[in-house]
């Protein structure tokens, strides 16, 4: 079987070793990432003291490209994302694990920006507008659908058992609509929350399972059950 990573390179990687860790072994691997972060200005016109909202590590990313430094605090969706904006210099007010988890737990007295990309889910601005809280969205990337590499086609194109770990439902969309009609492989489908799932809904899958939390932790333990269940060697 082979293992399909179809994020951004760097995180395929830092996901692969950590996988690999997990599971003591080598995994074979194709990398083609879907999805390519292409940061754009301007940046929102934020005051020293000011909150803002990242809800993945791709907005604390662009947000650095961009040339923005910390202005404040930061609400945070996942723990490596509250790391990057500590990097940058944030006070990271509350991580939670989910965006809607994020909605709840946000609580601002004075202005606060959610620094999102052009595909969002979950309307985070708008509920937090509905709690009554000053807040409003600056878009600052845009997540640049990419086609399938030729190698991850070959291993499509090919009888044999692929492990797709999908993270976002933007993923799951872009790779529905990418794959090839000559589809001979079997797909095993790990999600990392019912969101991906539905998402996913139109790949043709034998299995689709999802991650017991929407963690890195619970989708590498969930896609290493998948290796093992299907003996890979």
């Known amino acids: 079987?082979?293992?399909?990573?179809?994020?951004?390179?760097?995180?395929?990687?830092?996901?692969?070793?950590?996988?690999?860790?997990?599971?003591?072994r080598a995994v074979p691997a194709v990398v083609s990432?879907?999805?390519?972060?292409?940061p754009h200005g301007p940046l929102p016109d934020?005051?020293?003291?000011?909150?803002?909202?990242?809800t993945s590590?791709?907005?604390v990313t662009a947000w650095a490209a961009l040339g923005g430094g910390a202005v404040g605090r930061a609400w945070c969706v996942g723990a490596r994302t509250a790391a990057a904006a500590q990097t940058l210099g944030f006070e990271v007010a509350g991580v939670a694990e989910t965006a809607d988890a994020l909605v709840v737990l946000v609580a601002?007295?004075?202005p606060v920006v959610h620094?999102?990309?052009?595909?969002?889910?979950?309307?985070v601005v708008g509920r937090l507008q509905a709690r009554g809280l000053r807040v409003s969205g600056h878009c600052i990337y845009d997540q640049v659908a990419q086609p399938l590499s030729d190698e991850a086609l070959g291993v499509l194109g090919?009888?044999?058992a692929i492990c797709v770990?999908?993270?976002?439902?933007?993923?799951?969309?872009?790779?529905?609509?990418a794959l090839p009609t000559s589809l001979r492989a079997t797909l095993f489908v790990c999600a990392m929350s019912e969101a991906v799932a539905e998402a996913a809904a139109d790949i043709q899958a034998a299995d689709l399972r999802i991650a017991a939390a929407p963690t890195g932790d619970a989708m590498r333990k969930e896609v290493a059950n998948c290796l093992t269940s299907r003996h890979v060697t």
């Open 1 to 24: 079987m082979h293992l399909l990573l179809t994020r951004p390179a760097l995180a395929s990687a830092r996901f692969l070793a950590g996988l690999e860790a997990t599971m003591g």
């Open 33 to 38: 990432p879907l999805l390519r972060i292409a």
């Open 46 to 54: 934020l005051a020293d003291g000011d909150a803002v909202i990242f």
């Open 57 to 59: 590590e791709a907005g």
């Open 108 to 110: 601002e007295p004075g």
């Open 115 to 123: 620094l999102h990309g052009r595909f969002t889910r979950g309307d």
């Open 158 to 160: 090919a009888e044999g």
């Open 165 to 177: 770990p999908l993270f976002s439902p933007r993923t799951a969309e872009i790779l529905a609509k």
